[in-house]
Structures are given as C-alpha cells and as structure tokens.
C-alpha cells in the first residue's frame, strides 16, 4: 500500500544548472528528468564512449534479474535500495512484487530529484508496502533509524540490500564501511545485490568517463573484478559469482551475455 498521508515534497534546490550524477545516468537511459547541463556531459561521453548507453541500460537490467531472482529461487520478500536514483519504470518494488504482492520495499536516496519524484516509488500493491527515506550511504545509521525503515521492514526476518551503481561514485576507504555497517544490521538469510563500474575490462574507457565526470565535478572510482569482490568478503556469492552484469543470469530473451560491458554485479548471502 501507499503510505497514508504522503505529503508533498518540500520545494528544493535542484541545481539544474550544474550536472548531476543521477540525471546523466537518467539521460543515459532515454529517460526524460534531466537538464541541459547533465545532457551535455552524457553528449560528450557517447561521443568519445559509444558503449556507455549499454553499460547503464545492461546495469538497469541486471537490478531486474537480480531482484527477481531473489524473490523467486531464494524467497526474499523485503527489500532496502540504497542508492535509488531517478525513478525508472519498471520500478524495483514493481519487479518484486510481480512475483509476490507482499514483498516490502524501501527506497533511500539523497537526491532532492529524488525526493521530487518519489511518489512513483509509492505505488505499491495493498497486500505489499513501500516507502522512500531520505538517506545517505555513508551514514547508514541515521536512515536505518527513520520511521519509514521500521514500519515498513522487519529487520530480523531476511532482507535483500540492493546497491546498484552507487559504490563507484566512493572510494574503497568511503564505501566499504557503510555496507559492512549494513550488513552487520540485517539478519543471517539476507542478500547484497551490487554493481559497479569495471576499472579492468576497458581501462581507457574507464579513464575517459572518469575524466569527463570529473570535468562536471563528479568523482568516479572504478574498480577491477577483485576490488568488487571485496564487498562479498564473508558472504555465500550466488552462481556465477561476480561478473559482468550482462553475462549474470542473462534473460534468454534478452540481450546475449556474451561481449564486455563496463559494470560488474554480484549477489551473496549473509549466512
């Protein structure tokens, strides 16, 4: 169900003038709620990097097969995306929910876009339930706090923490703490579902969209397949492991599995 009394979001400042990382990836995906300046950025990396549009639509995809996944072979039923970005039909909670219209989701983003959008991320069946909380990753505590979490999860039942395309815009010191600090507070039976941008599969494709981000003051950090794994260290990795997110459980309707995209992706278990 929606959550009663959703109120309007507050106004905020967009900064629409400057680029922001969530409306790039936006624009990478043909969606419609981004700006001149963040359509700019994503101009130049398709000029230079013809493949960046089927880094990010593979990455969107794989969120899909991997939520799915968790839902219909391992059971999981409550879901805590960190990270959520620009809302993107099919939605998370839509995924999941198709397989279960009890599934629970809750959505945590930083983003004011976000938050301008966020009542596409409220349209939950009446047996489910979803919310959205304003959070950040790296302070995993004040969100795991917020009223919205509490009465939407149970956090002594499983949860899948889905971190898609979030961890590459944190180096290894700014990232690896908050998701251990989330996984130490979800129970045994629990799920990471992660993705992020490969420093080894291309690398100067990987410099050049590191350099273009940075000339609009975004900072990247890709990593190699080992540097990924790392965030699975302690957890059970689900078949086949960490990969290149279109050569993970690809749909055989889908696109072929077969070639290089730049994102790696991965699903473990908290045992």
Not at 96 to 116: E, F, G, M, S, T
Not at 250 to 268: C, K, L, R, T, W
Request: glycine share 8%.
């Amino acid at each position: 169900m929606t959550e009663p009394g959703f109120e309007q979001p507050p106004q905020v400042d967009l900064r629409t003038d400057r680029a922001h990382s969530a409306r790039v990836y936006d624009y990478l995906l043909g969606g419609k709620t981004n700006f001149q300046a963040d359509r700019e950025v994503g101009d130049r990396m398709t000029a230079e990097l013809p493949g960046v549009r089927a880094d990010v639509t593979a990455a969107r995809a794989v969120m899909h097969r991997m939520v799915r996944r968790l839902a219909e072979v391992h059971g999981v039923r409550q879901f805590l995306d960190v990270g959520t970005g620009i809302p993107t039909a099919p939605n998370l909670h839509e995924v999941v929910q198709a397989v279960d219209p009890l599934c629970r989701v809750v959505y945590v983003d930083n983003d004011p876009i976000v938050l301008a959008h966020s009542r596409a991320l409220l349209t939950s069946t009446p047996e489910g339930r979803t919310a959205y909380v304003q959070g950040d990753l790296r302070e995993p505590e004040r969100f795991l706090n917020d009223p919205g979490v509490a009465a939407t999860l149970d956090l002594t039942q499983p949860v899948a923490l889905t971190l898609v395309n979030i961890v590459h815009f944190l180096s290894d010191e700014a990232a690896h703490p908050p998701v251990r600090k989330l996984l130490d507070a979800l129970p045994a039976g629990s799920f990471l579902a992660l993705t992020a941008g490969a420093a080894d599969v291309a690398p100067e494709r990987a410099e050049t969209a590191t350099r273009r981000y940075a000339e609009a003051g975004i900072t990247l950090h890709f990593r190699s397949r080992e540097r990924v794994e790392r965030f699975f260290t302690g957890l059970e990795l689900d078949e086949p492991g960490v990969v290149l997110v279109n050569r993970w459980h690809p749909d055989p309707a889908g696109a072929s599995g077969e070639g290089e995209v730049g994102v790696y992706g991965g699903v473990g278990r908290k045992p």
